[in-house]
T-cell receptor, first 112, second 115 residues
Framework: QQQVKQSPQSLIVQKGGISIINCAYENTAFDYFPWYQQFPGKGPALLIAIRPDVSEKKEGRFTISFNKSAKQFSLHIMDSQPGDSATYFCAASWGSASKIIFGSGTRLSIRP | NAGVTQTPKFRVLKTGQSMTLLCAQDMNHEYMYWYRQDPGMGLRLIHYSVGEGTTAKGEVPDGYNVSRLKKQNFLLGLESAAPSQTSVYFC??????????????FGPGTRLTVL
């Protein structure tokens, strides 16, 4: 119940295309859903996050779509650029200590 | 501000050796976390701390100990290293309880190999 399932494991998208990464969860106690971006040799960094009381959040080319009834959320990267090539982790958080459960990660490659 | 820093960046140990990983943050954050990252498994929480002098177990605490004697530092210890502890270790910190401060800030990681 504490898992966050992420797919696909890897993704190749042409420059200018839309990248879509999907995640699913079981625990309805989760109250915060962040996406982290990680470049090789670096620590993860927060990209965008959403709370379950909204269905969509957009920041620039990055959008989270959230479906509370289906317990699913996804990251959409519009007009994907080579600089977006990185590993993306979805995550879910709950509780006062805001412990984060991470998905297994998606390695995204944007081809020029 | 340096943010979250980790020492060392790389380390090779032999089975049975001990070592301590140091995490330091200069953002006056209350909460600090230690994760390990393994291929295909995302990041898994080892231990965390909600304030100076406190520690708590995470998802995979066995074989590790931690201490938070000062607010800015969080130490991760391996008393008797095993090959299964070969991993990349990340420290993170977070401001506090307020909902708008849920973001965790990560350090650059420590790559540990146990032979």
């Amino acid at each position: 119940q504490q898992q966050v399932k992420q797919s696909p494991q890897s993704l190749i998208v042409q420059k200018g295309g839309i990248s879509i990464i999907n995640c699913a969860y079981e625990n309805t106690a989760f109250d915060y859903f962040p996406w982290y971006q990680q470049f090789p040799g670096k620590g993860p960094a927060l990209l965008i996050a959403i709370r379950p009381d909204v269905s969509e959040k957009k920041e620039g080319r990055f959008t989270i779509s959230f479906n509370k009834s289906a317990k699913q959320f996804s990251l959409h990267i519009m007009d994907s650029q080579p600089g977006d090539s990185a590993t993306y982790f979805c995550a879910a958080s709950w509780g006062s200590a805001s412990k984060i459960i991470f998905g297994s990660g998606t390695r995204l490659s944007i081809r020029p | 501000n340096a943010g979250v820093t980790q020492t060392p960046k790389f380390r090779v140990l032999k089975t049975g050796q001990s070592m301590t990983l140091l995490c330091a943050q200069d953002m006056n954050h209350e909460y600090m976390y230690w994760y390990r990252q393994d291929p295909g498994m995302g990041l898994r929480l080892i231990h965390y701390s909600v304030g100076e002098g406190t520690t708590a177990k995470g998802e995979v605490p066995d074989g590790y100990n931690v201490s938070r004697l000062k607010k800015q530092n969080f130490l991760l210890g391996l008393e008797s290293a095993a090959p299964s502890q070969t991993s990349v270790y990340f420290c993170a910190s977070r401001f506090g309880l307020a909902a708008s401060y849920n973001e965790q800030f990560f350090g650059p990681g420590t790559r540990l190999t146990v032979l």
